[in-house]
């Protein structure tokens, strides 16, 4: 399995702000995803974050609202820009090692907006 | 187009009850099948999988069983826990590489 760690675990922004957040796994893998967690609700896919190139959005985002890097096969940031409170949700980053097989989630990001 | 369907919580158990989620998919051609586990304030943990059909994925007494016939993957446990209330997650990966999550159904265990 994948150890994967995300940071900061949980923010409380003011409105008009942008946040970082960063995902580190403990191993190269071929996948990783952002994902976003409304109270109560399932999993969204925001995106895949593609190792050297754009990420791939889903339909509802856009890169200007959720820019994402991926410099390496072990690393991702998300960024949410301009928050309004609408954005208040668990951000959760995920990957998978190879084709067919297992995601594995990090611990998320609890993200606050007022 | 694909999905995922879980039975609609929240479902509430006394200890050591029976536990049946039901779970059921739509998509074409064979897909992996997951059931993963949300604890409150943390993230998704895996908790059993099956690859193909009449697989068994089994895990910390949880069990569900691929079922063609019926593109079915019900969860099951003999006798719950308080410490297994949680949120859990049905998701299928698609042969197209993609994941789907069903809704999620939160169980809630009294002792």
């Known amino acids: 399995s994948a150890v994967i760690s995300q940071k900061p675990s949980r923010d409380i922004c003011q409105r008009g702000t942008s946040l970082t957040i960063q995902c580190q796994v403990d191993s190269q893998v071929t996948m990783m995803f952002w994902y976003r967690q409304q109270p109560g609700q399932s999993l969204t896919l925001i995106a895949t974050a593609n190792q050297g190139s754009e990420a791939t959005y889903e339909s509802g985002f856009v890169i200007d609202k959720f820019p994402i890097s991926r410099p390496n096969l072990t690393f991702s940031t998300l960024t949410v820009s301009n928050m309004s409170p609408e954005d208040s949700s668990i951000y959760l980053c995920?990957?998978?090692?190879?084709?067919?097989?297992?995601?594995?989630f990090g611990p998320g990001t609890r993200l606050l907006v007022l | 187009g694909d999905s995922v369907t879980q039975m609609e919580g929240p479902v509430t158990l006394s200890e050591e009850a029976f536990l049946t989620i039901n779970c059921t998919y739509t998509?074409?051609?064979?897909?992996?099948l997951f059931w993963y586990v949300q604890y409150p304030g943390e993230g998704l943990q895996l908790l059993l999988k099956a690859t193909k059909a009449d697989d068994k994925g089994s895990n910390k007494g949880f069990e569900a069983t691929y079922r063609k016939e019926t593109t079915s993957f019900h969860l099951e446990k003999g006798s719950v826990q308080v410490s297994d209330s949680a949120v859990y997650f049905c998701?299928?990966?698609?042969?197209?590489?993609?994941?789907?999550f069903g809704p999620g159904t939160r169980l809630s265990v009294l002792p």
């Open positions: 995920s990957s998978i090692r190879g084709r067919g097989e297992t995601q594995y």
């Open positions: 998701a299928a990966l698609l042969e197209g590489q993609n994941f789907v």
């Open positions: 998509a074409t051609g064979y897909p992996s």
